[in-house]
Every structure is written in C-alpha cells, then in structure tokens.
C-alpha cells in the first residue's frame, strides 16, 4: 500500500473540516436527530425533499389537519431545516439548501441500516425456528 518511510494521508472528519469544536458538533448532530426522531417531520422531510409545498398541499399529501402540519414545520424551522418564501396569502415551504443536500444522503444510509439490520434479524429467527423442530 504505502511504503513504510511515508504515512497514509489522514483523512478529516466532516467536523474538523467545518471547523467546530467537539460540543458545538455534537449540538448540530442533535438537532438533526431530533428532527428525523419523529415521524410526522420525517413525513413532512420526505414531501419537501421532492420540492417545495404550500401548507394546504402538505395537508393533503399526508391526510393531516393544519395546526399539527403548522407546529412541525415551525419545529423544522427553528432548527433551520426548512425555509419558506412567500407568495401572496400562501406560504412555499422547502429545505434549507445545506439541509437538504445532506439529509437525502443520510436517510438512504439510515434506510439501508434499518434494511439489513431487519433482514439480520429475521433471518436469526429463521434459524431459531429451524433449530427448534
């Protein structure tokens, strides 16, 4: 690989090349989490990561009444995942650019973890079963 006078190039986590300290890293990891942690804002990610929605559209896509829709955008606001540009009497919700960029990334990864991780799992209680007959 790498002849043995010279070092492997040092590879930088996200953190050291955005420059943060450990805690102010580990407060940003934690407002992303807490955004994806329920469901009805993953739902409202999901729609906005398609392009952006107007409130009423975001009601009708996920077959939910306007103050619950409202309470978690405004929760996605404050943790500057979601913007919105006004138009007249009605509001255009979307991802932040450095949000949206990143989350598409993360909830695939998430996906596939929760995927194998349930393909393991019921694979092991397939053997269970097997070996109790």
Not at 61 to 71: G, N, V
Request: with cysteine.
């Amino acid at each position: 690989m790498y002849p043995m006078h010279q070092e492997s190039p040092k590879q930088i986590s996200a953190r050291e090349a955005m420059g943060m300290s450990i805690p102010d890293y580990a407060k940003r990891l934690s407002k992303v989490a807490k955004s994806l942690s329920d469901e009805t804002r993953l739902r409202i990610i999901f729609r906005l990561a398609e392009g952006e929605r107007t409130n009423s559209k975001l009601m009708q896509d996920l077959s939910m009444k306007e103050p619950a829709i409202s309470h978690q955008l405004t929760s996605l606001g404050n943790a500057d995942h979601v913007t919105y540009t006004p138009q007249g009497k009605l509001r255009f919700f979307r991802l932040t650019r450095q949000f949206g960029e990143g989350v598409k990334m993360l909830l695939d990864c998430m996906y596939e973890f929760a995927d194998k991780k349930g393909t393991v799992e019921a694979t092991e209680v397939g053997k269970e079963e097997d070996g109790a007959e």
